[in-house]
């Protein structure tokens, strides 16, 4: 079924009884070429971009829960391509190339927008570096404008500008930066897989990788043994315990990460604020409410929610930066597990000394713009052996060997506690 403006108009007339499921229920079949643990963005995307691109259909996602239940359904939907090291910065670049024909590719209306992303300044130093992040972002083909004061107000003139904590020195703009829909995102790379062939098992618990002689045979599940010759696991923040029934320790720690959403209101936010120095950002939904959040709980655990202090912290961040927000009434918070890694970048391999085995993970708090990238990087890892072109450097043994690492915010080897 294609989705059209026409569709619509004549299924509106016709009471609305053309419509289909989104994507098949499948049931397991005992074998398969390849099985993809995780039903979330990336396991989505993975499947998808391995048939359509590789031509690979014989496969099964296999989800614990629903569909888009974890952290893809979890996000507060930023979507930017603004790294500054190589090895992160060509590959967001391409992801963001892949969000820009993203709902042509699916013919899904994934709310993509790039309404602008700014990220805020607060002293001479701070202005430097996003100097420095510009003008990569630009080398990269990606774009960039440095704002002074005066050009964050006009972009932004509700900001407080004369608190004296965190002046507002300027921001960074990435106008091709914004948000996008994150079910709609899960929904419409699953309606993709699965009209091309793909098994969408759901309720289907992966609980063990079957291995013999270093080569993968399949896995176990809630749901009875399934064969396979290759197993991706792209399961975010379980990958540590997922790596585990391989027995492989990841370097991945998982940790709470919060975020919050008001009441609708009237249009009045119309870009993504990143106050980085007080740990807050903010954009508004197309339903009107203000989605925001703040940084991680700082505490390891498997938890979907999160602590109070948190909640205060963010808080007054939006409140230091904004104090008009202190009107709006909040409706709802909830958590997501991060599956942090040491330099905070994200890993796409094979699992070394496993044949067969491969490994999507270490997205920390930002992995949800990753999401076409990912997927089409992990699909050419899986199908052809040999690593993307733009995800090469997302090697695991960069954290064994210590060549590699790539450390975006500069913050050392524990970017959990950064
Ligand atoms: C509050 C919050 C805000 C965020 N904001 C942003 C943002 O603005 N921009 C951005 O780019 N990123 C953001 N992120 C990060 C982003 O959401 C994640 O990095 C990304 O969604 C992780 O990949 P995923 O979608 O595949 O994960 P998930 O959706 O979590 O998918 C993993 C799936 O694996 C399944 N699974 C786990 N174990 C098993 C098993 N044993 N068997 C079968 N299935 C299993 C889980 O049930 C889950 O559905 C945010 C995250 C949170 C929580």
């Known amino acids: 079924m294609r989705f059209s403006g026409w569709k619509v108009i004549k299924e509106g007339l016709t009471g609305n009884r053309g419509w289909s499921a989104h994507w098949r229920d499948a049931q397991p079949k005992p074998e398969y070429d390849m099985v993809i643990i995780g039903g979330g963005g990336h396991g989505l995307s993975t499947a998808y971009y391995l048939a359509k691109n590789h031509g690979m259909t014989n496969i099964a996602v296999l989800e614990k829960g629903y569909l888009g239940g974890g952290n893809v359904g979890r996000n507060t939907t930023i979507v930017r391509a603004n790294y500054f090291l190589q090895g992160n910065s060509e590959f ?17 209306n994934v709310m993509h927008s790039q309404r602008g992303l700014i ?26 404008i440095l704002l002074d004061r005066d050009g964050v107000r006009k972009h932004l003139p509700y900001l407080d500008f004369e608190q004296t904590r965190f002046p507002i020195y300027g921001g960074l703009y990435h106008p091709r930066g914004g948000t996008a829909r994150h079910d709609a995102v899960a929904w419409g790379y699953a309606r993709g897989a699965s009209d091309r062939g793909v098994d969408l098992v759901q309720n289907c618990e992966v609980t063990g990788i079957d291995i013999e002689n270093g080569v993968v045979k399949g896995v176990q599940t809630t749901r009875g043994a399934i064969r396979a010759k290759k197993v991706g696991i792209i399961v975010a923040g379980r990958s540590g315990q997922v790596a585990a029934m391989a027995g492989r320790r990841l370097p991945i720690e998982s940790h709470i990460l919060q975020a919050f959403v008001t009441e609708g209101l009237k249009p009045v936010i119309d870009h993504v604020i990143s106050f980085g120095m007080g740990h807050f950002y903010i954009s508004q939904s197309d339903k009107g409410g203000l989605v925001f959040g703040g940084d991680l709980d700082f505490y390891a655990s498997y938890a979907q929610r999160g602590n109070l202090p948190m909640k205060e912290h963010v808080m007054e961040a939006g409140m230091t930066l904004m104090p008009m927000i202190g009107k709006a009434k909040v409706l709802r918070s909830w958590g997501g597990i991060m599956d942090m890694t040491p330099d905070g970048s994200p890993i796409i391999d094979k699992m070394e000394g496993i044949d067969g085995l491969y490994i999507d993970c270490g997205w920390n708090y930002g992995g949800f713009k990753a999401v076409p990238a990912s997927g089409w990087c992990m699909a050419h890892l899986m199908a052809t052996d040999r690593p993307h072109e733009v995800a090469a450097k997302y090697r695991l043994d960069r954290f064994r060997t210590g060549i590699g690492i790539m450390d975006e915010e500069g913050t050392g080897s524990q970017h959990n506690l950064h």
């Open 92 to 108: 967001y670049s391409h992801s963001l190339k892949l969000w820009e024909g993203l709902e042509e590719d699916l013919n899904y």
């Open 119 to 144: 990220n805020l300044f607060h002293s001479d130093g701070q202005r430097d570096a996003f100097a420095r992040r510009g003008n990569m972002m630009v080398n990269q083909g990606d774009d960039a």
